[in-house]
């Protein structure tokens, strides 16, 4: 008499598999020698190495200079702290931070932000893309409150980056492809940028008239 075992399937993950993450980086000149976190400190989320999820971001960026390349790359962040900053106005006031317009004596302001960034190898947040640099100059200047800013930034659609802040992230980095314009291309890219430019502009004027009278400025928010 022949035994038959019955056999119950759970769908339960047998383990976890890290897939890598296609990333794309502009550079004006080209990349020399290792990937570094060494990039002007002036940028949204500091220094560090600037990766964005489409190639459509980094490409605005650089098309203004005749030697700039478009690099295809692959993160395995596998071994990383990672850290998800979530829009809203904790993630503007970090990215004024890092432009220099809030100054270390309200520095307390970004203290929870900073707790949650210790440590972390990359920071993974919105772009302040053309569209958004607009909007963000114009609350920084005491023109929008932070309701206009926060509504403006559930209008845009705003891509996302990684930034690589320590060298092991860096070093978890791998260069697929790279890419260079033709004066054509980089004439092309410009008036795009514009356009984005234009766009940011139309989206801050509408914004500002509906909401002059709802939340705090600026100044108001630091203490100044």
């Not at 022949?2 to 383990?15: A, M, N, V």
């Not at 220094?47 to 960026?61: D, V």
């Not at 569209?131 to 023109?143: P, T």
Request: net charge neutral; hydrophobic share 40%; glycine share 6%.
């Amino acid at each position: 008499m022949k035994t038959i075992y019955s056999i119950t399937f759970f769908q339960i993950p047998l383990y976890n598999v890290n897939m890598p993450i296609t990333l794309f980086h502009g550079s004006k000149n080209g990349l020399n020698g290792k990937i570094q976190p060494i990039s002007r400190a002036l940028c949204d989320f500091g220094k560090g190495f600037y990766m964005g999820t489409t190639r459509e971001q980094p490409e605005t960026l650089i098309c203004n200079y005749s030697d700039s390349v478009l690099y295809k790359l692959e993160l395995d962040d596998s071994d990383l702290k990672v850290v998800d900053l979530p829009l809203g106005l904790d993630w503007a006031l970090f990215v004024a931070y890092n432009r220099g317009r809030i100054t270390d004596d309200a520095k307390s302001i970004i203290t929870p932000t900073l707790d949650l960034i210790k440590d972390a190898d990359i920071i993974k947040g919105y772009i302040a893309n053309d569209r958004m640099y607009i909007v963000l100059d114009r609350f920084f200047d005491g023109e929008i409150t932070d309701k206009a800013l926060v509504e403006s930034l559930s209008a845009l659609k705003l891509g996302i980056q990684y930034v690589s802040i320590t060298q092991k992230a860096c070093d978890a980095i791998k260069i697929l492809e790279e890419k260079k314009y033709t004066k054509k291309e980089r004439d092309s890219l410009i008036l795009k940028s514009e356009e984005n430019r234009q766009l940011g502009i139309s989206l801050a004027n509408e914004i500002c008239r509906k909401f002059r009278r709802e939340g705090k400025y600026f100044d108001e928010i630091i203490g100044k």
